[in-house]
């Protein structure tokens, strides 16, 4: 059984209830399925499965049959009377349908009300732990942000903790549920050619872009106690840099995978405050063009204040101090209002030791490089140096790209698609543990410090160029410049 807290939000409408969709006309759902929304939305049943019907555009036939199945619980988080009316109805639908007590809580909710929620889960005798009812189980699905710095991450975990185990916890990233963030490990792994090169011998530097060409929307209040750093970094970034860093997992499983990532994000070095303004770029949008058309700068944004100084575009140089990558920058960057959405990792491979060819006949010769295409054109490129045609002898850097839906007749699963069904059939591989989160924001939280410093610099950027001109700067001083796609 899922129940979802949220379940008259956005969220809810725009991404979960396409997934169910997707899973039902799959065949993919068990077959004693059962939907419980619970929001403070005063709906009824009826209410709400008339959202849930006009949520799916493209729906199949059979959507409707699934939907009416649905029920809803209308209340206040914060009262009690929620959960006991919850409670009931859940009770009649493990006898109608034969659940068992079989439930996935999935939190689409705001996130200062996950510990409240939970603790309530608790009080209500609503939240099981795994080893008190044998035979059935009990899962809580939390969006992010985890926390908005390290002790409010810890805390939030503490919170949790008191009434689940580690175990029950699913902390859903929707970016590790892209086919194209899993195929690194594929990429990786499954192949002799890439592996034996992905390392500081022959790897110069790596790039990780994750670049959107919209703005804040209506989301000016979330975004302004966010910013780019905590919405994007902190997570997305840092989630896809541990898949293309760490070492090889002993087994492609849940403890395998998240104890080789966690490694690799205790290789990485906390920055003191006196290196922050060095390696960190913070930059926010002014007025400019994107595709074609004039874009207000984010201050002039509905809900942004006229002297905001948050984070719409974060650049950053890392270092991870182990033996694979030693001396071999990452650079980071993610931002708003940018020239076009794209999520890529690029390794920008060492130059030949030595060139054979005449000055003049390598002028068009750039490094090698490997990019992984993550979104929104999915593929990977690989860029080598060959032969110009002709009479003389000039070379030149071509690409030989790979296209995900050229070669695969399969229609890949959305990412919700795939972390739904995962949850509900207890694979934690693609969540996030707790001893991740804690690792990502000891990385960050000294970077959140400096930057509230009164002080603190706060570049600008036009809108519809890839950020600002200290970004390029943070490459030019190791002498290397950004792949801008």
């Known amino acids: 059984m899922l129940v979802v807290f949220g379940a008259s939000g956005d969220l809810t409408a725009r991404k979960l209830m396409p997934a169910v969709e997707r899973l039902a006309r799959r065949r993919l759902l068990p077959t004693a399925f059962s939907l419980v929304g619970v929001a403070r939305t005063a709906w009824t049943d009826d209410d709400f499965q008339t959202h849930a019907l006009a949520a799916v555009k493209d729906a199949g036939p059979g959507w409707p049959?699934?939907?009416?199945?649905?029920?809803?619980?209308?209340?206040?988080?914060?009262e009690g009377d929620t959960f006991e009316r919850l409670r009931t109805v859940l009770e009649d639908i493990d006898r109608a349908h034969?659940?068992?007590?079989?439930?996935?809580?999935?939190?689409?909710?705001?996130?200062?009300?996950?510990?409240?929620?939970?603790?309530?889960?608790?009080?209500?005798?609503?939240?099981?732990?795994?080893?008190e009812t044998p035979g059935?189980?009990?899962?809580?699905?939390?969006?992010?942000?985890f926390g908005h710095d390290l002790p409010s991450a810890d805390q939030l975990d503490r919170d949790l903790h008191a009434v689940f185990d580690e175990s029950q916890l699913y902390r859903i990233d929707h970016y590790l549920g892209k086919e194209t963030v899993q195929n690194?490990?594929?990429?990786?792994?499954?192949?002799?050619?890439?592996?034996?090169?992905?390392?500081?011998?022959?790897?110069?530097?790596?790039?990780?872009?994750?670049?959107?060409?919209?703005?804040?929307?209506?989301?000016?209040?979330?975004?302004?106690?966010?910013?780019?750093?905590?919405?994007?970094?902190?997570?997305?970034?840092?989630?896809?840099?541990?898949?293309?860093?760490?070492?090889?997992?002993?087994?492609?499983?849940?403890?395998?995978?998240?104890?080789?990532?966690?490694?690799?994000?205790?290789?990485i070095a906390?920055?003191?405050?006196?290196?922050?303004?060095g390696n960190v770029v913070r930059g926010q949008y002014d007025r400019g063009w994107v595709e074609g058309a004039e874009e207000v700068g984010y201050r002039?944004?509905?809900?942004?204040?006229?002297?905001?100084?948050?984070?719409?575009?974060?650049?950053?140089?890392?270092?991870?101090?182990?033996?694979?990558?030693?001396?071999?920058?990452?650079?980071?960057?993610?931002?708003?209002?940018?020239?076009k959405r794209v999520t890529e990792v690029a390794l920008?491979?060492?130059?030949?030791?030595?060139?054979?060819?005449?000055?003049?006949?390598?002028?068009?010769?750039?490094?090698?490089?490997?990019?992984?295409?993550?979104?929104?054109?999915?593929?990977?490129?690989?860029?080598?140096?060959?032969?110009?045609?002709?009479?003389?002898?000039?070379?030149?850097?071509?690409?030989?790209?790979?296209?995900?839906?050229?070669?695969?007749?399969e229609e890949s699963p959305e990412a919700y698609e795939r972390l739904l069904l995962d949850a509900m059939t207890g694979d934690p591989t693609l969540f996030i543990r707790d001893d991740e989160v804690d690792q990502a924001w000891r990385i960050w939280d000294p970077v959140l410090e400096a930057w509230g410093e009164a002080d603190a610099p706060l570049a600008r950027y036009e809108a519809g160029t890839w950020g600002p001109a200290e970004a390029d700067a943070l490459l030019a001083q190791d002498g290397r410049s950004w792949r801008n796609p």
């Open 184 to 267: 690194v490990l594929a990429l990786r792994f499954a192949n002799a050619i890439f592996e034996p090169n992905w390392n500081r011998n022959y790897v110069d530097h790596v790039q990780i872009t994750v670049a959107e060409s919209v703005g804040v929307g209506h989301r000016g209040g979330f975004y302004e106690s966010a910013g780019a750093l905590r919405d994007i970094v902190q997570n997305h970034v840092m989630q896809v840099l541990a898949l293309t860093a760490m070492e090889s997992p002993a087994t492609i499983d849940a403890h395998g995978i998240r104890d080789e990532k966690v490694k690799v994000l205790r290789s």
């Open 98 to 131: 034969g659940t068992g007590g079989n439930r996935v809580f999935y939190m689409a909710t705001v996130p200062n009300v996950f510990a409240s929620v939970a603790g309530a889960l608790g009080a209500h005798g609503l939240a099981r732990r795994t080893d």
């Open 65 to 78: 049959s699934v939907v009416k199945t649905f029920s809803y619980v209308a209340g206040d988080y914060a």
């Open 136 to 145: 059935s189980f009990v899962r809580l699905v939390i969006e992010k942000p």
């Open 270 to 277: 906390t920055m003191r405050p006196d290196e922050v303004a």
């Open 348 to 409: 920008g491979f060492r130059a030949v030791p030595h060139l054979p060819f005449p000055e003049g006949m390598a002028k068009g010769l750039g490094p090698n490089a490997l990019v992984l295409r993550i979104q929104p054109d999915e593929g990977i490129t690989l860029r080598f140096g060959a032969k110009v045609p002709g009479q003389a002898f000039r070379v030149r850097t071509v690409n030989m790209d790979f296209s995900y839906g050229a070669a695969f007749v």
């Open 300 to 339: 002039d944004e509905e809900g942004i204040a006229a002297e905001s100084r948050t984070d719409t575009y974060v650049a950053a140089r890392l270092e991870i101090d182990n033996w694979r990558w030693a001396g071999v920058p990452f650079f980071l960057r993610t931002g708003k209002r940018l020239p």
